[in-house]
């Protein structure tokens, strides 16, 4: 895994927390997965393509005044990059407030993420996903 990964999912996070969904797409491969493990029941849990990922997080920039993921620790799993996140947000129309730590695994291939896995409850469950242990 090299430091290049890590750039790419730092530039993303980026992009998210700067309200840039084109800018967080550019990140992606074309047939990048994202699977949300803590998603909403209306949400589904796993979708597939940078239009299905734009239609999720144009329901999240909707339903939110502003989310954000701030980044307590980047971790390097071989070939994927694991961000100890804190998400916090406030919903625009129902006040509902989101603030939850959580471990994102980030997986790329030729400097684009090809799948993101958001929501393990703890680093040994987003390393072992990677294929790695502490």
């Keep these: 895994m090299s430091e290049e990964n890590v750039e790419v999912v730092r ?10 969904v084109e800018g967080q797409l550019s990140y992606l491969a ?14 589904p849990l ?10 999720v997080w144009a329901e999240w920039s909707t339903a939110f005044d502003e989310l954000r993921a701030d980044i307590d620790e980047w971790i390097q799993a071989g ?19 989101i603030d939850t730590r959580q471990y994102d695994l980030f997986e790329l291939e030729d400097g684009k993420v090809v799948r993101a896995v ?3 409850g703890s680093k040994e469950e987003a390393l ?3 294929g790695l242990s502490e």
């Design 11 to 20: 530039k993303l996070n980026a992009a998210l927390n700067g309200g840039d």
């Design 79 to 97: 070939d994927a990059v694991i961000a100890h996140a804190h998400w916090w947000g406030t919903g625009r129309n129902s006040g509902v407030v």
């Design 118 to 120: 958001l929501g393990y």
């Design 46 to 55: 796993t979708v597939t393509g940078r239009d299905a990922i734009r239609a």
């Design 128 to 130: 072992e996903a990677a």
């Design 30 to 43: 074309e047939d990048a997965e994202m699977r949300d493990l803590r998603s909403a029941p209306d949400q």
